[in-house]
Every structure is written in structure tokens, then in C-alpha cells.
């Protein structure tokens, strides 16, 4: 009886060691998502920018892959603002995403083609011409 009870406690004392290295690896979260256009079609090449107040360097940035995903991870839990940007594009924006310790966030973007807003300006004097 008394080796049951020892084997028992060594049990309970390995889980309990067991669950604690796991709680203190898991001290990050994570965020990935997708940029599409506004048909649903991937869009490679969007440059993804999150930052946060609170993050190391002030901000991190992907571009997604071929078929428009992005990851990033070893994040800090903490408020993050995030957005997708890509020549030609309306940019969009997420604010006040919360990120929790553990956690994957999803976030999808939907990209609508931008408009041409571009301006020249012309400065210039018209010649002098003596008669």
C-alpha cells in the first residue's frame, strides 16, 4: 500500500511540474489572416503592418504569400492596431484588436480598388519676349 500511495504522489507531482512548464511556455499569442480583393480572389504582395504602443520597436511587418496569407507570431498579449495596404488598393485598417496569452487572432481583409487621386502641380513663368 505504501508504494501506491508513493507512486500516486510521484504521479500528481510530475503532472503538477508537467502542467506548470506548459502554462509558462504558452506567455504569447498569435495573428494571421488572409487579404482578398473584393471578388474573394487572394492578393499576394499586401503589406501587413501591426503595432502597438506597447511592442518593441513600435511595429512588424509581413507581406502575405501567394495566396494572401500572413502570420504573425510571439506576440505580446496587449492591444494591437493592424493594416493591409497594396498599391492600387484602399488600405484598410483594424483597431483595437485585443490579443490574450495563447490565442491565434483571425483577421481577413477585403481590399476594394482604390481611385486615382493624384495631383501636378505646375509652377512656371510664362518667357519674355522683347520686340
Request: aromatic share 6%; hydrophobic share 40%; proline share 4%.
Amino acid at each position: 500500500m505504501k508504494e501506491f500511495k508513493k507512486a500516486i504522489v510521484l504521479v500528481l507531482a510530475l503532472g503538477l511540474l508537467w502542467s506548470m512548464s506548459y502554462s509558462q511556455s504558452r506567455v504569447t499569442g498569435a495573428l494571421e489572416g488572409t487579404a482578398v480583393d473584393d471578388t474573394g480572389s487572394a492578393l499576394p504582395g499586401v503589406e501587413i503592418k501591426l503595432s502597438s504602443p506597447d511592442m518593441i520597436g513600435g511595429s512588424r511587418s509581413r507581406v502575405t504569400d501567394a495566396e494572401g496569407k500572413f502570420r504573425f507570431v510571439g506576440l505580446q498579449p496587449g492591444t494591437y492596431s493592424v493594416e493591409a495596404s497594396l498599391q492600387g488598393f484602399t488600405p484598410q485598417r483594424s483597431e483595437g484588436v485585443r490579443l490574450f496569452v495563447g490565442q491565434t487572432l483571425i483577421i481577413d481583409f477585403v481590399l476594394q480598388i482604390g481611385t486615382l487621386q493624384e495631383a501636378i502641380t505646375v509652377t512656371g513663368r510664362a518667357p519674355t519676349i522683347d520686340v
